[in-house]
């Protein structure tokens, strides 16, 4: 799948913002969007930095916007800042000082509000704590945590002090969190004893005990009581969060850091070999999540806005903390699961905390459908004036039930395309502007300039499925994978030299709306998550029974896309049981975001006479499929018999 992918959605309908919404919106009007994005396509250098000037605070003014060609662009060049700093001290200082910065909300549902001046108290002695325990600036910081005010609070401490913070998703292992350690040689990692989730306690202090084992750069944990499960504490390394939070100091400045100072790192799968180490700088990502909440969410000071997603994946990054925080607004933070103590907690919350603003992913939207629109008509939602999807393509019914359903025909849907890789929202409807189309991101924002090419770096017509290019450097996208600059270079510009390759195929239509038709490569999407194929295999082949495996994703209904994994077996044909023990491996070597959905058993896999086992052919049996498309290259044709024979 490269040059010509084919297109099998067809969708006509167009909804147009109402006037109201686009008279009260920050951009209004198509004029005011085209002379945005050209001013940003034809100088982005003025564009970006009157934009960094207006909109960032600074301890020193930049000297250049930005300084050499893509993919090494620099960016306010010679400038100090902190991103702490504005996302919080700045706020402060104004009446936004008690202001709700986060409204969090439980699974057992107990209640915190924490106000702008509530946050710098507690970022800023936090921070000290961080100091005291040896933390220096340029050091790296683990998270494991819950969806807690402290996940938060322990970021942000981390930027005010210029350590690069690096957090791993709560499903992810033992195994998982020992090689992200590894990776960016961190010194401490920060967890609790437990999170909540649908009832049951995640014990993450215990997991984290796991990893310790393999983890030789880590010299302390920082461990917050949030269950009061039981844990073990080992003397000299690790220590409670409430015990070093005592009587210390508030006063805490923020360092000045320069604008390329690393941020964090956020490991996401590829297609090969070991995740990937992500790594974002300071000004250019702040600014980037600064506008783009803004543009895209049309954020107001009297808004609640709540994004759903877990602060482990980039959305949380994002449009959790920095983008909405660096705005001054009022983020919703919520620990558990949607269907808690049932499928109306989602509803309930919006409910309760009248929020304006509600982002999710098109997996959750799929999984409310199936719940029954009961749960959501029990709840008064006439607060939502806007409504986002994020994480892969939403498929046009979701998209009319969430209008519908949730949005009561009145939301305008903002469905926003981006990627870890590119720190803030690329393109996306803006809700004031844009005349959506049900299953399309539709255009691109100010200073994202994109193609739809061929792997040979020419530009698409219309309706021409290709692959997804950007042509321009912007502010807020990966500056490298952490320790392996090849690596960066080769994933993202080489394919097509002098571009960034996003992984994903789309087309344009005649409009000029994006569509986008999914990767191109071997990482598949399940709930949202990017996954790495290879990573199953791997974690496959790792067990004692196992020959060989080929991992494929195939159509799922509530995930969007499921793992089916073949597996051939050292000795035997496979048995209920050892489908229970290899999904359970799977689990533990990767995490529960992996957890297979279908183990097929095959004495043999299709391969091409070089030995490559051809996973076309095997996401068409997942699929429930005939295969179309050659089929010469294969080494034995009977093995694909057998397959399907079994599969009946
Ligand atoms: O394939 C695209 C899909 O998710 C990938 C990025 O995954 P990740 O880095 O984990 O970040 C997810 C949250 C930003 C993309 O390459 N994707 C994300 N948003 C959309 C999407 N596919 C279609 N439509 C979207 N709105």
């Given at each position: 799948m490269s040059?010509n ?6 969708e006509?309908r ?10 009260a919106?920050?951009?209004?009007s198509?004029e005011?969007?085209l002379d ?11 564009f970006w930095?009157?934009?960094?000037r207006?909109?960032i605070?600074?301890?020193q003014?930049f ?5 050499g060609e893509?993919?090494?662009?620099k960016?306010?060049v ?7 700093y504005?996302?919080?001290?700045r ?8 202001k709700?910065?986060i409204i ?7 209640q915190r ?6 946050l710098?108290?507690?970022?800023s ?6 100091k ?11 998270l494991?945590m819950?969806m807690v005010?402290e ?6 401490a981390c930027a005010?002090i210029?350590a690069?913070h ?5 499903g992810?292992?033992a195994d998982a969190i020992?090689?992200?350690?590894n990776d960016?040689e961190a010194?401490?990692v920060?967890?609790?004893?437990g999170?909540?989730?649908r ?13 310790m084992e393999?983890s ?21 390394r690790?220590?409670w969060w409430?015990?070093?939070m ?5 006063d805490?400045p923020?360092?000045?850091?320069d604008?390329e100072?690393?941020l ?9 070999g070991?995740p ?6 300071t ?5 980037g ?6 543009w895209?969410f049309?954020l107001?000071?009297e808004?609640t ?10 959305t949380g990054?994002?449009?959790?903390v920095?983008?909405?925080l660096?705005?001054g ?10 269907n808690?103590?049932d499928e109306?907690?989602f509803?309930?919350?919006v ?5 304006n603003?509600?982002y ?6 799929r999984?409310f459908i199936?719940?029954g629109d009961?749960?959501p008509?029990?709840y ?6 806007l ?5 892969e393509?939403i498929?046009p019914e979701?998209w009319?039930?969430?209008h ?7 939301c305008?849907i903002?469905d926003?395309?981006?990627q870890?890789?590119t ?7 803006l809700?004031?502007v844009?005349?959506?189309k049900?299953?399309s991101?539709?255009?691109?924002l100010p ?10 770096g020419?530009?698409l017509g219309?309706?021409?499925?290709g692959?997804l290019?950007?042509t321009q450097?912007w502010?807020?996208m ?5 320790g392996d ?7 993202y ?5 002098g571009r960034?390759?996003a992984?994903?195929g789309a087309?344009?239509d005649e409009d ?9 490569d071997?990482?598949i999407?399940?709930?949202g ?9 791997s974690?496959?082949?790792a067990?004692d ?15 969007g ?8 077996l050292k000795?035997?044909d496979?048995?209920?049981?050892m ?5 359970a491996h799977?689990?533990?070597q990767?995490?529960?975001?992996a957890?297979p959905?279908?183990?097929?058993f095959?004495a043999a ?10 996973r076309?052919l ?5 699929a429930?499929?005939?295969s179309?498309?050659d089929?010469?290259?294969l080494?034995?044709v009977s093995v694909?018999?057998?397959?399907r024979?079994?599969?009946?």
């Amino acid at each position: 799948m490269s040059d010509n992918i084919e297109s099998v959605l067809h969708e006509d309908r167009k909804f147009p913002p109402s006037p109201e919404f686009s008279a009260a919106a920050h951009i209004s009007s198509e004029e005011q969007y085209l002379d945005m994005w050209n001013r940003a396509k034809d100088d982005p250098a003025g564009f970006w930095g009157g934009l960094a000037r207006e909109n960032i605070d600074w301890f020193q003014d930049f000297e250049a916007t930005m300084e050499g060609e893509m993919p090494e662009t620099k960016w306010f060049v010679g400038g100090k800042t902190n991103a702490c700093y504005n996302c919080v001290d700045r706020h402060v200082t104004t009446w936004r000082k008690n202001k709700a910065a986060i409204i969090w909300e439980g699974e057992p549902g107990d209640q915190r509000v924490l106000t702008y001046g509530d946050l710098h108290r507690e970022v800023s002695k936090f921070a000290n704590v961080l100091k005291k325990l040896g933390v220096e600036t340029g050091d790296r910081v683990t998270l494991y945590m819950p969806m807690v005010p402290e996940l938060a609070i322990a970021m942000l401490a981390c930027a005010r002090i210029g350590a690069t913070h690096s957090i791993i998703f709560g499903g992810f292992s033992a195994d998982a969190i020992a090689d992200r350690n590894n990776d960016a040689e961190a010194k401490l990692v920060i967890t609790a004893d437990g999170g909540w989730r649908r009832g049951k306690e995640v014990p993450l202090k215990k997991t984290v005990d796991e990893s310790m084992e393999r983890s030789p750069t880590v010299e302390k944990v920082v461990v917050l009581k949030r269950t009061g499960g039981d844990v073990s504490m080992i003397p000299d390394r690790d220590y409670w969060w409430h015990d070093l939070m005592e009587g210390e100091s508030a006063d805490c400045p923020a360092t000045e850091l320069d604008s390329e100072h690393p941020l964090f790192i956020l490991y996401t799968s590829g297609s090969t070999g070991k995740p990937k180490g992500v790594l974002h700088t300071t000004a250019g990502y702040l600014l980037g999540t600064t506008m783009t909440s803004r543009w895209v969410f049309d954020l107001k000071d009297e808004d609640t806005y709540w994004c759903t997603a877990d602060i482990g994946w980039v959305t949380g990054h994002s449009y959790i903390v920095y983008g909405p925080l660096s705005n001054g607004a009022t983020t919703v933070m919520y620990e558990g699961g949607p269907n808690w103590p049932d499928e109306g907690r989602f509803w309930e919350i919006v409910e309760k905390y009248k929020v304006n603003i509600f982002y999710t992913a098109p997996t959750a939207i799929r999984a409310f459908i199936k719940w029954g629109d009961e749960w959501p008509n029990k709840y008064d939602l006439s607060s939502l004036r806007l409504l986002g999807t994020v994480g892969e393509p939403i498929n046009p019914e979701a998209w009319m039930w969430y209008h519908k359903v949730i949005g009561g025909e009145n939301c305008p849907i903002v469905d926003t395309w981006w990627q870890t890789e590119t720190g803030g929202i690329m393109m996306s409807p803006l809700p004031g502007v844009t005349a959506t189309k049900p299953g399309s991101c539709t255009t691109p924002l100010p200073g994202v300039v994109p193609d739809i090419q061929t792997e040979t770096g020419e530009s698409l017509g219309a309706n021409q499925g290709g692959l997804l290019v950007m042509t321009q450097p912007w502010p807020h996208m990966l500056r490298t994978l952490y320790g392996d600059h090849d690596r960066f270079l080769d994933v993202y510009f080489s394919r097509i030299p002098g571009r960034y390759f996003a992984g994903d195929g789309a087309r344009r239509d005649e409009d000029g709306y994006y569509w986008i038709m999914g990767r191109v490569d071997d990482v598949i999407n399940v709930s949202g998550h990017r996954l790495s194929t290879m990573e199953v295999e791997s974690a496959l082949a790792a067990h004692d029974d196992v020959a060989e495996a080929a991992v494929v994703g195939f159509p799922h209904d509530l995930k969007g896309e499921g793992i089916c994994c073949f597996v051939t077996l050292k000795k035997g044909d496979g048995s209920e049981e050892m489908e229970k023990e290899l999904i359970a491996h799977v689990r533990k070597q990767i995490g529960v975001v992996a957890t297979p959905d279908k183990i097929k058993f095959a004495a043999a896999l299709p391969k091409t006479r070089s030995g490559k086992i051809m996973r076309r052919l095997l996401r068409d049996i997942a699929a429930g499929r005939e295969s179309a498309g050659d089929q010469t290259t294969l080494e034995d044709v009977s093995v694909l018999d057998k397959l399907r024979a079994s599969d009946e």
